[in-house]
C-alpha cells in the first residue's frame, strides 16, 4: 500500500474501533486503553512533530527570503512578497470570519468537552497583553531563548531578518553558511517524511482516543468544520483572486482559470505545491504567456512562500479545536493566530500534510490541547488537496500581478489598461 493508503487504514481502523469500544457497556478497559496505550502513542507522534518545528520554521524562512535576488528584492521580489503577505492576510481572515459566525466546533455537551480536557495535557493559556505588547514582543532580545521557551512568533520574525540580511551579505562564507542551512531544511524534511511514515500508527491511536470519549456526536462537529475549510477555499480563490486579476492584474478571471485548469488539476492530484511546480511553469509560459524571467521567479519562491490556502487552513483549524475543548481566544489571541498563521505559510513546506507541525506549534502558543490534531488528520487528505490547488492557483495569479507591475508584455487576452 502506498502512504496515503496506509493513513486511511490507520483513520478508519482507529475511528471504528474508538466507536466500538465508545458503544460498549464497562468502560473502564477502554478508559485504560485510551490513558495507558492509545495517548501515549497519539503524543508521542506528536512530540515528535514538535520536535521538528524550530529547525524547520527558521530554515524554511531564512532560505526563502535570501533566495530573493538582490538587485530585484525592491521589485520582482519586493511585489511577490507583498502580494503573499496580503494574500495570505485575506486569506486568514476569511477563514477566521467564518469560524466565529458559523462556531462548528460548538455544540459539544458541557459532559464530553469536561472528559475532553481532562485527559489532555492543555498548556496554560499565555498571557497575550495589550496590542502594543504584542507588537513589542514580536521582535525577540534573544532568539535562542525565544527557540527555547516556545515562542515561535518572535523565532519567525528574527528568520525572517536573519534571511533579508544574508540576501544582502556577499561573501564566500556567507554562501558556504546558507548552504548549511540548506542542508539543515533538507536533513527536516527527511525527517518530516519518516515522522509521516508513523502517521498512521500515530494518528489510529489519537482518533481511537477521540470517538472512544466522544462517539457518533463528533462528527457533525468535524463536518461543520470541513464545510467551513471548503467555504473558506471557494471564497478566497474565486473571491479574492478573481479580483486581483481583474483589478491588479488585468486579465480576465475566467480565461485566466480556464488556461490554468492543468496545474490546478495537478495540485489537486499531488497536494504537493513542490510537485506542482514543473507543470505551473509550463502553464504560466506556454498558457498564460508570462514572461519566463518572472514565472519562474515567483512560482519558483511561491511553491513553498505563498501558501495562502494553508494559511487560512491553520487558521480554521486552530479556532475549531479551541472551539471543541472550550477555549476562549479573545482578540489578542486571535490576532496571534493570524500573524503566525500568515508567517507560517510563507515557511510551510509544499509537500502533504507540510502544515501539520505549524498547526501543533500555533495551538501550543494559544493553550490548546494539541491532542485535538488527530481529529483534525482524520480529513486531512480531502483538505489537503483541496488548499494546495488555492495554493498553485495563487502562484499563477501572483506571476501575472507581478508580470503587469514590471510592465511586461502580456497576451492579448488581457484587458487594455
Do not use: W
Not at 486569506?91 to 480536557?117: C, D, H, M, Q, R
Not at 548552504?179 to 533538507?186: E, H, I, K
Not at 501572483?398 to 511586461?408: F, K, L, W
Amino acid at each position: 500500500m502506498n502512504a496515503h493508503m496506509r493513513l486511511g487504514v490507520g483513520v478508519a481502523v482507529g475511528a471504528g474501533l474508538g466507536l466500538l469500544c465508545n458503544a460498549l457497556p464497562d468502560s473502564s478497559a477502554v478508559d485504560a486503553v485510551v490513558m495507558y496505550v492509545a495517548q501515549p502513542v497519539g503524543r508521542i507522534f506528536l512530540r515528535l512533530l514538535f520536535m521538528l518545528v524550530v529547525p524547520l520554521m527558521f530554515s524554511a524562512l531564512v532560505i526563502g527570503v535570501s533566495d530573493l535576488p538582490t538587485a530585484r528584492l525592491g521589485r520582482i521580489g519586493g511585489r511577490t512578497l507583498a502580494y503573499t503577505v496580503v494574500a495570505s492576510m485575506v486569506s486568514v481572515l476569511i477563514g477566521l470570519t467564518l469560524v466565529n459566525v458559523v462556531e462548528p466546533g460548538a455544540g459539544l455537551s458541557a459532559e464530553l468537552v469536561e472528559k475532553l480536557n481532562a485527559a489532555a495535557k492543555s498548556p496554560e493559556l499565555p498571557k497575550t497583553g495589550s496590542a502594543v505588547d504584542l507588537i513589542v514582543a514580536m521582535v525577540p532580545d534573544n532568539p535562542v531563548k525565544a527557540a527555547s521557551q516556545g515562542d515561535m512568533l518572535a523565532l519567525m520574525i528574527f528568520a525572517l531578518i536573519f534571511g533579508v540580511a544574508l540576501a544582502h551579505t556577499r561573501s564566500d562564507a556567507a554562501d558556504k553558511f546558507k548552504g548549511m542551512v540548506q542542508g539543515l531544511y533538507d536533513v527536516s524534511m527527511t525527517l518530516i517524511g519518516g515522522v509521516l511514515k508513523l502517521a498512521p500508527v500515530g494518528i489510529g491511536a489519537l482518533l481511537f482516543a477521540l470517538f472512544a470519549q466522544l462517539g457518533i456526536e463528533i462528527f457533525v462537529q468535524l463536518g461543520a468544520y470541513v464545510g467551513v475549510v471548503l467555504l473558506g477555499l471557494c471564497l478566497h480563490m474565486f473571491g479574492f483572486y478573481s479580483l486581483t486579476l481583474r483589478l491588479a492584474g488585468g486579465m480576465s478571471p475566467l480565461d485566466f482559470f480556464k488556461k490554468s485548469r492543468l496545474a490546478m488539476l495537478t495540485a489537486f492530484s499531488t497536494a504537493s505545491s513542490s510537485a506542482t511546480l514543473p507543470t505551473a511553469l509550463t502553464v504560466a509560459e506556454t498558457e498564460l504567456k508570462l514572461p519566463s524571467h518572472v514565472s519562474r521567479f515567483v512560482l519558483t519562491a511561491g511553491s513553498t512562500m505563498n501558501q495562502n490556502g494553508t494559511a487560512l487552513f491553520e487558521g480554521v483549524t486552530v479556532l475549531f479545536l479551541a472551539q471543541l475543548y472550550g477555549v476562549p481566544l479573545d482578540l489578542a489571541s486571535q490576532t496571534t493566530v493570524m500573524v503566525v498563521a500568515v508567517l507560517g505559510g510563507i515557511g510551510t513546506a509544499g509537500v502533504p500534510a507540510g502544515s501539520l507541525p505549524v498547526i501543533a506549534m500555533i495551538l501550543g502558543m494559544v493553550g490548546v490541547p494539541v491532542e485535538g490534531m488527530g481529529l483534525i488528520l482524520g480529513v486531512d487528505r480531502l483538505l489537503d488537496m483541496c488548499r494546495t490547488t488555492v495554493n498553485v492557483t495563487g502562484d499563477l495569479a501572483a506571476a501575472v500581478y507581478v508580470a503587469r507591475g514590471e510592465g511586461e508584455p502580456l497576451p492579448a487576452t488581457v484587458d487594455p489598461g
